[in-house]
Nanobody, 116 residues
Framework: QVQLVESGGGLVQPGGSLRLSCAAS????????MAWYRQVPGKQRDLVAA???????NYADSVKGRFTISRDNAKNTVYLHMNNLKPEDTAAYYC??????????WGQGTQVTVSS
């Protein structure tokens, strides 16, 4: 079955940086567009960034110029490099396919907290 394991979150001051990683198994990773999503309590899970199998990327307007998504197909891993973090980036971050499968499986996510 599909397994997604996110890591790399933590507490960081405004203006700081983090790199998130997501290791995938149980899927043919290299053929899918992969994405990062984030969710704050009480709100829907939003798309942050996506990367196609060929490496084309797109970003939510709120993170353009600050976040960079990348992937390593040899390692079945997708990354999210986050720079100039803002308090409004505080959320639980998840990875998954994009678009989502009909019945998506989610990992445990990784918490990012931006606070001074």
């Amino acid at each position: 079955q599909v397994q997604l394991v996110e890591s790399g979150g933590g507490l960081v001051q405004p203006g700081g940086s983090l790199r998130l990683s997501c290791a995938a198994s149980g899927i043919t990773f290299n053929i899918y567009t992969m994405a990062w999503y984030r969710q704050v309590p009480g709100k829907q899970r939003d798309l942050v960034a996506a990367i196609t199998s060929g490496g084309s990327t797109n970003y939510a307007d709120s993170v353009k110029g600050r976040f960079t998504i990348s992937r390593d197909n040899a390692k079945n891993t997708v990354y999210l490099h986050m720079n100039n973090l803002k308090p409004e980036d505080t959320a639980a971050y998840y990875c998954n396919r994009n678009p989502l499968p009909r019945v998506p499986s989610w990992g445990q996510g990784t918490q990012v907290t931006v606070s001074s």
